[in-house]
């Protein structure tokens, strides 16, 4: 499926931090949104809540967060997690990777907007995965 991926200022800061040696707030959970929205480096709509899914099955959750290689081995930081629609059928636009298991509370660190909505019915499930390689240009 095409999509948008793209890292926030937040996120961007976030990996300097841990570069450098600082405390670093670790990208930890996904969640996914139910409105269409601009993918953008600000996006902020997610850092307050806003467009957020809180029911469902698909509210905020942890995410597998692994190391995987792009161009050499180790520089791409990739978070998924696997949702189960549980409830009621539910239409998703993207997601965002989040510092906190809390909604309405930690930054978007980066955030994914699908091509097209994903129009889920109960038990479907949807797995999430959000990349962000350490390149040079």
């Known amino acids: ?9 937040k996120g961007y ?5 841990l570069a ?3 405390a670093a707030d670790a990208w930890s959970h996904i969640a996914c949104t139910d409105a269409t929205f ?4 600000d996006f902020e709509n997610f850092s307050t809540g806003d467009h957020e899914i809180d029911a469902n099955g698909l509210d905020r959750a942890s995410a597998t967060m ?12 990739q978070a ?3 949702f189960t629609c549980d409830t009621a059928s539910q239409d998703v636009y993207g997601f965002a990777v989040f510092n906190s298991a809390t909604k309405d509370l930690g930054d978007a660190l980066m955030s994914c907007k699908f091509a097209a ?3 889920l019915e109960v038990d479907d499930k949807l797995t999430c995965t959000g990349k ?6």
């Open 1 to 9: 499926m095409a999509q948008e991926q793209s890292p926030t200022n």
């Open 13 to 17: 800061v976030e990996l300097v931090k």
């Open 20 to 22: 450098i040696g600082t």
């Open 38 to 41: 601009t993918c953008d480096e």
């Open 66 to 77: 692994t190391a995987e290689q792009t161009t050499i081995a180790g520089d791409t930081i």
């Open 80 to 82: 998924t997690h696997q």
């Open 117 to 119: 909505v994903q129009a």
């Open 132 to 137: 962000v390689q350490i390149k040079k240009d």
